[in-house]
């Protein structure tokens, strides 16, 4: 109940930032199979979390925040 009640919460908070300089990305990791959502730097490549993806509803949350349509690039 708690955890349902904050992911709603957060899907309405909308993430800023500047898609001339950052990209949404996910990253997976290849040893625990682990999905983080964040923020790239287009300049330095420097990658910042901002939420732990845990199924599809994660997912479509994330892209709401970030405003895109389009399901973000995996990198691993």
């Given at each position: 109940?708690?955890?349902e009640r904050l992911r709603k919460r957060a899907e309405?908070?909308?993430i800023e930032y500047d898609p001339g300089k950052q990209e949404p990305v996910?990253?997976?990791s290849i040893c625990t199979?682990?999905?983080t959502a964040?923020?790239?730097d287009r300049e330095n490549g420097h990658?910042?979390?901002l939420m732990l993806i845990r199924?599809?509803?994660d997912v479509r949350i994330f892209m709401k925040?970030?405003?895109i349509t389009e399901r973000p690039r995996t990198e691993y």
């Open positions: 109940m708690f955890w309405g908070l909308r996910m990253r997976k199979g682990e999905t964040g923020l790239k990658y910042t979390d199924s599809e509803e925040r970030c405003g």
